[in-house]
């Protein structure tokens, strides 16, 4: 028999609550190995690599990336014995959840919130937590027999016959698997359990609702819902819910002593309806991988937080402490082009990039080593100002997890080459979703380069703790007076914020000017070098 | 009648050229050999082709414990875990010193020193998983449990070492009897007031003891610059301890430094300071993050001094090691991975009670009353639970 493993969120920290999901570099199918990475995660301190505790071929991912997940989540499920015959996912899965997950009163216990503590000694919050036994009945415990439970609690078809789609770990399934060791005395963590293995396939209709279920939520945000066994229905409401549809054991009941009521199932259905909306045809991967669809399938509200979070308070922060003056320049760079196609052909630059943001960020550091007053940043507790004698030059940098702004650093040291190559390992870092807090702190300056989405150029927002931001517009062929004739020119625009509690127009207009004049004529860096 | 001005002269006049670590294999394998280095020469000149190659297996099989370790702490296995990645020269080249009868006491980190002392690796994993304040039986191996606070243990040590002193074990002239003892503690250490205490301790009684520094150049995220002007070694001859510094990531110059400081401490000869430069190569802890306190130059430029690597060269240019030794290691690594994976999963939980073990030598009826009324406590779930798990 296939036999399933879930690897559960690890706390890769001390005492760590959860984890972000960053890259899978595995998907389903793709045989592993113990040991093997198969998935990135950021924490509260660092980004982690995660080496598989199993040996086999993915059968089931739970965490989609981007996703935050709480230690003892299970994200991914293994398949450990491949060749065996074909078996639900969920009766593996299911298994291994029973031996590491007590059968807590889970009226008011979420059972998807963890499959047990494979950790130890820290005050990681698990599932399951015991509580002393109160001596009277508890109103929420099975008032209906295991066996119904289960027959009333459809198993998803197996993942390994959906392939590329994540089956949905049907919180009914859960329920149906995990409920009946409220009965199975419990055993050690790493024991297989006896017997729910083979309950499951018995169980098992047509069931069609799982398919609506948005794959991102039945694993992040799943309502807590009553622990009992069965769900509790009236007659009506069972065959309206058929009618409908609707899983029964999916929708969150509010009628008293926890029975689900037709608003209910309507309520249920209404959500579950744009949840399919909100997702292409054919695309596995939701139109937005996190969020709660509003009931009328028109909005969609995204919880802040990680880079965009950050970027948030870092914007609010600065536009709202430092007063921004923004200056224009338009100029001629065609030399500046002329110089970028002649270095390509250098032998010493073959090995790196030169684009004109290359040689931007050369007449910057130029321009900031003739003034180097605007290369400080606003004490506002001791009333300071900080000149800092290096340039730790930030590029703005669009990634898939959002906007970050490394820095180069002492690039006022590195030659042209070294600046070269240091904007190749920045840029390369970045778009791996590698960049790490330290190569983004401590900037003394910053270029945003809004040319490459095609903009003229912009009014940026400073990075907090620097004094000037210098956007590079997109470069364009255009009729420009040259030499007393109208010839086609390449032109461009230039914009530097900067913060007027310590820069004044004058300087910041005279830094722009320094820039714009080694773009229109680089020979004068020979100059000013 | 100890005679400090005789050892305050040696550890001054050489300070000079004692900056300059003691190497007998240079970082492509070759053996060096200068007028310094002789006496720890001869040191090793008895160790024939088996023994040289047991210190690389010893290396290697430490190193495939210590990945085995770090990955089950990523697969939630532990709760903690503090690799060694990078000091396995240091560790096995002075435990393979030590004597039977010698007396260990490890931090934190010092997996390669239990193995060394017949600890069954995977053992040591109990106090990372949290089930156990130790793993093992500290008198069978003479290995102390492993010390959390920073530097307590240097003062632990240098008692032990002074209760050998007065039951006669030193200077009886049978080397079966004469005992040492020797601490090992970090770069960070040397910052506790705790590991001054003991070099004072440690020099004024002639204490048989060796306090083993392992300079990782890291004390968590402070670098070795921050905690001392001087070489850390230079700190013994203030205290009166004569001190060597030797290059951490030669197994053969480590290995003969502490044989030469277990034998001056079990002959009567008093106390040494090892200062042992190395590096570690991973993190601090599996807490940790380095990649933001250092850069992947430095990294590159230790991985490049790498112990294991070092050895290995070593014997090859000597024709000792072929594949086929290679190939049977990698086996035997392979196998304690597996091994130590099967172990930890198996661990099981310990009994809540067993807390109640230890806290006495003997009964006592205050813990023996307590532990009871917890039984019942823990008894008092069983309804919900059909027993805890």
């Known amino acids: ?529 | 009648m100890t005679d400090l001005l005789h050892q305050a002269h040696l550890a001054h006049e050489s300070d000079a050229i004692d900056d300059v670590p003691l190497q007998l294999l240079a970082p492509d394998g070759s053996r060096v050999a200068d007028e310094r280095n002789a006496p720890y020469r001869a040191r090793i000149a008895d160790l024939d082709a088996d023994a040289l190659r047991g210190l690389l297996r010893d290396m290697v099989l430490v190193r495939a414990f210590d990945t085995e370790a770090t990955s089950l702490q990523r697969q939630g296995e532990l709760a903690l875990y503090a690799p060694l990645l990078g000091q396995e020269a240091a560790q096995i080249g002075s435990g393979r010193a030590l004597a039977p009868q010698d007396m260990a006491f490890p931090s934190y980190r010092e997996h390669g020193v239990a193995y060394t002392r017949g600890v069954d690796l995977p053992q040591v994993l109990q106090l990372f998983r949290g089930i156990d304040h130790g793993g093992w039986d500290s008198e069978a191996h003479n290995f102390h449990l492993y010390t959390l606070v920073i530097g307590s243990h240097a003062l632990h040590a240098t008692g032990y070492a002074m209760g050998v002193q007065r039951d006669g074990l030193v200077g009886t002239g049978d080397p079966a009897r004469d005992t040492a003892v020797i601490a090992y503690f970090g770069d960070g250490a040397t910052s506790q007031g705790d590991v001054s205490e003991a070099l004072g301790f440690a020099a004024v009684n002639n204490a048989p003891v060796v306090l083993f520094c392992q300079n990782n150049q890291w004390a968590i995220s402070v670098p070795t610059s921050k905690q001392t002007r001087v070489p850390i070694y230079r700190r013994g001859a203030g205290f009166g301890v004569p001190s060597i510094r030797v290059d951490g990531n030669d197994v053969l110059a480590v290995y003969a430094a502490t044989q030469e400081a277990l034998e001056r401490a079990r002959t009567g000869g008093g106390p040494t300071f090892i200062e042992a430069v190395t590096y570690r190569m991973g993190a601090h802890t599996t807490s940790d993050d380095p990649t933001r306190y250092r850069t992947s130059e430095e990294e590159q430029h230790w991985r490049d001094r790498d112990p294991i690597d070092r050895m290995r060269a070593h014997l090859v240019a000597e024709g000792l090691w072929d594949a086929e030794h290679q190939a049977a290691l990698d086996a035997e690594a392979a196998a304690l991975g597996e091994r130590v994976r099967t172990y930890v999963k198996g661990l099981g939980r310990p009994a809540a009670s067993s807390m109640f073990d230890h806290v006495y030598a003997t009964d006592h009826s205050l813990v023996t009353r307590e532990s009871a009324w917890f039984a019942d406590y823990e008894a008092s779930f069983a309804e919900t639970q059909g027993g805890h798990r």
């Open chain 1, 1 to 529: 028999m296939p036999t399933f493993e879930r690897f559960t969120m690890p706390d890769a920290g001390e005492g760590l609550t959860e984890a972000d999901i960053v890259t899978w570099h595995v998907a389903v199918g793709d045989p592993v190995t113990v040991n093997q990475t198969i998935v990135e995660i950021e924490t509260a301190k660092s980004l982690v690599e995660l080496p598989s505790p199993f040996t086999g071929v993915v059968a089931e991912i739970l965490a989609v990336e981007g996703t935050t997940v709480e230690v003892g989540q299970p994200i991914i499920v293994i398949d450990t014995d491949p060749t065996g015959a074909a078996g639900p996912v969920d009766a593996g899965a299911g298994a291994q959840d029973q031996d590491q997950e007590p059968a807590a009163e889970a009226s008011d216990v979420p059972e998807e919130s963890g499959s047990g503590a494979v950790l130890v000694g820290y005050g990681v919050a698990t599932a399951g937590t015991t509580r002393r036994a109160r001596r009277a009945t508890e109103p929420s415990t099975p008032s209906v027999p295991d066996a119904v439970g289960q027959a009333a609690a459809p198993a998803p078809a197996p993942a390994r016959t959906t392939t590329a789609s994540p089956a949905p770990a049907s919180p009914a399934n859960a329920r149906s698997t995990s409920a009946p060791s409220a009965t199975v005395p419990s055993t050690p963590a790493g024991l297989t359990a006896p017997a729910s293995a083979a309950v499951a396939p018995s169980a098992r209709p047509a069931s069609v609702v799982p398919a609506l279920v948005h794959p991102v939520q039945s694993v992040t945000q799943v309502a807590p819902r009553p622990g009992t066994l069965a769900v509790r229905a009236k007659p009506p409401v069972r065959k309206f819910a058929r009618d409908m549809g609707v899983d029964l054991s999916s929708v969150h009941a509010t009628g008293p002593g926890g029975i689900v009521t037709r608003e209910d199932v309507l309520a249920y259905s209404a959500q579950a309806q744009p949840r399919a909306l909100a997702t292409y045809v054919d695309d596995d991967a939701p139109w937005l991988a996190t969020g709660q669809v509003s009931s009328d399938g028109r909005q969609t509200r995204v919880p802040v937080k990680s880079v965009r979070k950050r970027t948030a308070e870092a914007m609010v922060a600065s536009a709202f402490t430092a007063p921004h003056v923004t200056v224009f320049h338009t100029v001629d760079v065609t030399k500046t082009m002329r110089l970028v196609a002649r270095l390509r052909e250098d032998r010493e630059f073959t090995d790196v990039r030169v684009t004109p943001l290359l040689i931007t960020a050369k007449a910057l550091l130029l321009a900031v080593n003739r003034h180097p007053e605007i290369n400080a940043s606003w004490d506002e507790v001791t009333q300071e100002i900080v000149y800092k004698h290096y340039i730790n030059l930030g590029i703005a940098a669009s990634t898939p997890r959002g906007l970050v702004v490394p820095n180069i650093k002492d690039a006022h040291r590195l030659g042209l080459k070294g600046l070269a190559q240091g904007l190749a390992d920045l840029t390369a870092t970045a778009r791996a979703g590698r960049t790490s807090p330290a190569d983004m702190s401590d900037g003394t300056i910053t270029i945003t380069n809004v040319g490459v989405f095609g903009i003229d150029t912009g009014t940026p927002i400073l990075n907090p703790g620097e004094a000037a931001i210098l956007a590079f517009g997109a470069i364009r062929e255009q009729p420009w007076v040259h030499k007393g004739k109208i010839k086609k020119r390449f032109v461009t625009q230039l914009a530097l914020s900067v913060d007027h509690r310590l820069v004044d127009g004058a300087l910041g207009s005279r830094l722009l000017s320094d820039v714009a004049a080694v773009l229109e004529e680089p020979s004068q860096a020979l100059v000013w070098g």
